[in-house]
């Protein structure tokens, strides 16, 4: 889908680990690995090949690999954030915000998204997209927010 295309060419590639703006270790296009609902959808997908399971939890992945991962772990973001936002909500959001909230929600994942963030989603929900992008100016993961600062308008 469009969101997949927009955040994997932000991102980018890298083959191997390297440290994201809030120093955690990403592969791919922006893959925390080591998080825990990231580290199990790896297992999912890879459970039957675990020479490449083990090389991706290591630190590695081809663009192959990447591009078979991205897509799925995108579709979990964004189902879990239609959860968050039900009713179509999500659904009616301008791609770049959407792409900003897949990004903070692959970042926390869901539980971790709705307990830090809830002034951000009444004001999301609101649709009020200069309050939502005061709360993240205003987040103590400013650097992590980078992007998403971008995606509403913000200076990051």
Do not use: C, W
């Amino acid at each position: 889908d469009q969101v997949t295309e927009i955040f994997m060419e932000a991102e980018g590639f890298d083959a191997v680990s390297r440290m994201d703006t809030n120093g955690q270790p990403v592969i791919g296009s922006g893959i925390q690995y080591k998080l825990r609902h990231n580290e199990k959808m790896i297992k999912e997908e890879f459970e039957n090949e675990p020479l490449t399971l083990n090389a991706i939890l290591s630190g590695t992945i081809t663009k192959a690999q990447n591009k078979r991962l991205m897509p799925k772990l995108i579709a979990t973001a964004q189902e879990d954030l239609r959860r968050v936002f039900p009713n179509g909500l999500y659904d009616t959001f301008p791609n770049d915000i959407k792409v900003a909230i897949t990004d903070m929600m692959l970042n926390k994942g869901q539980s971790k998204f709705v307990s830090s963030s809830p002034k951000f989603i009444k004001y999301m929900e609101e649709k009020d997209y200069q309050s939502a992008k005061n709360e993240l100016e205003g987040s103590k993961n400013k650097a992590r927010n980078n992007n998403q600062l971008l995606a509403f308008g913000g200076n990051p």
